[in-house]
């Protein structure tokens, strides 16, 4: 199997233009196409980390892209735990980072 660079104008596909979306990332707005996913909207602007790790504040974003971990988490509209590669953006979605803290252990 090889790789091919197929030019636009010969693609099959036929991609269309989409309508255009508005959404919000920690308060700062950014330009999407209806379909995209979450993941795919920050991506798309340049975002590629978008929690970090309750041990280490490790930056995490798309790891699987499918739905199986939960690195991708974010909370969409003030609902929390929301994996942003399987949910499709919206107009006026508010989506926020999600940095939750370990409970303490008591002894």
Request: charge should be negative.
């Amino acid at each position: 199997m090889t790789a091919r660079l197929i030019r636009a104008e010969d693609d099959p596909i036929e991609r269309r233009v989409s309508a255009r979306l508005t959404a919000t990332f920690d308060g700062k707005p950014l330009e999407g196409e209806a379909g995209q996913t979450v993941a795919g909207l920050l991506l798309a602007n340049g975002i590629d980390s978008w929690r970090t790790t309750s041990v280490n504040g490790r930056p995490r974003g798309l790891f699987c892209g499918i739905g199986v971990c939960f690195d991708c988490i974010v909370t969409v509209n003030d609902e929390r735990d929301v994996r942003a590669c399987q949910r499709r953006v919206r107009d006026g979605d508010v989506v926020c980072p999600q940095h939750d803290e370990l409970p303490e252990v008591k002894h």
